[in-house]
């Protein structure tokens, strides 16, 4: 291309071969090339140069010729005018030749004879253009950013912040469609008893009560604990936290960031401990409670769980009650029961079976 270039008065060439990963047909690649020259005008119809521009026999699917200003425009206006279309159609023309050498997405080979950033700079709007059209990959964008010296610091904290969310949004999608699946395969539960009917009905009281007690389910494994209690107030809705080996208090973030979003809160593998230390906060009260103390203060939030049901699994609860006088805490302040059979309806097997 580069000899072609020469020949036909475009001697400035930037290629790039590439996956064309939008193509109807599976590993087709397409050839990229930008030729420019200092301004001259050059007659590509006139002469048949452009019959030319082939390469190993092929012609030119695509065209997009960019003339200059002062060709587009005849009646330019002042010299001030000239000057800035000038820049405009130099800048311009420079981003092409870095569009065919960025690390682009299914790039598999990049050559020019004005190599960027050494023959000319490369802006960070050229590099944020492609990266945000998704062409380049966020890990390309931050090297090219790099190789630019062109804000690099800012441009990795921007790429860090995209990332997480990218990331978090990948979790969130992925557990939807695995709860959604569980949901599916799921046996039906036992009807609703006594206890866990007195435990709902402190929520549709008029007026609300001041605090409320926990429900606390004390079982074996796999005897469904967790997943009757979630199916409550929906799996979707419910925040479970995960409360084995936690030293401190709830972690709670997750709750605090979308309490639109739950409706409820699941504490699994509590421990008695756990709520004699945070009474306040498992009471439910009217008042907000500040959590995740700290020596700089940078990681403090806080809660308001009033009216929030909170659900308690655990597999051994009243033996790790260490006094008499927690003991006659926690039986007022909760609902108890003990789960000794499997809380789903196992479906009937097959009498031919």
Partial sequence: MERVGIEIGFPIVSTCLEHSTNAEVEQR????????????????????????????????SDWSVT?????????????????????????RTLEAHYYAQAEK?????????????????????????????????TESAVTEVWAGRCGLANFQR??????????????????????????????????????????????????????TKLLVFEGSSQVGKSDFLEHLYGA??????????????????????????????????VTPAQILNKRMLYQGGCRCQTLGYSNTGCMQYKVNLHQVPMMMSTNDFWSQVKTDADKEYLEKNIIFCRITEPLFISPVADEDA
Avoid at 110 to 137: C, D, H, M, V, Y
Avoid at 238 to 264: D, H, R, W
Wanted: aromatic share 8%; with cysteine.
């Fill in 236 to 269: 979707g809705k419910t925040c479970l936290v995960n409360m084995q080996g936690v030293t401190g208090e709830p972690p709670l973030q997750e709750y605090a960031s979308n309490f639109n979003k739950f409706k409820a809160i699941l504490f699994d593998e």
């Fill in 158 to 211: 921007e790429a860090s912040a995209i990332s997480t969310f990218e990331v978090n949004l990948a979790m969130a999608e992925k557990e939807r469609i695995a709860m959604a699946q569980k949901v599916q395969r799921q046996c039906p539960f036992v009807p609703l008893w006594h206890e866990v009917l007195l435990f709902m009905a402190q929520f549709s009281m008029v007026p609300p009560p001041d605090r």
């Fill in 29 to 60: 690649v397409h050839l990229h090339a930008f030729l420019s020259n200092k301004n001259e005008q050059v007659d590509l119809v006139t002469d048949g140069n452009y019959k030319k521009l082939c390469f190993e026999g092929c012609e030119v």
């Fill in 105 to 137: 997405v299914g790039s598999l080979h990049r050559r020019s004879n004005i190599p960027a950033g050494e023959k000319f700079i490369i802006k960070n709007k050229w590099i944020q253009n492609l990266w945000k059209q998704k062409k380049l990959t």
């Fill in 67 to 91: 003339l200059p200003s002062h060709v587009r425009n005849a009646s330019a206006g002042d010299a001030v005018n000239q000057l800035r279309n000038s820049m405009q159609d130099y800048n």
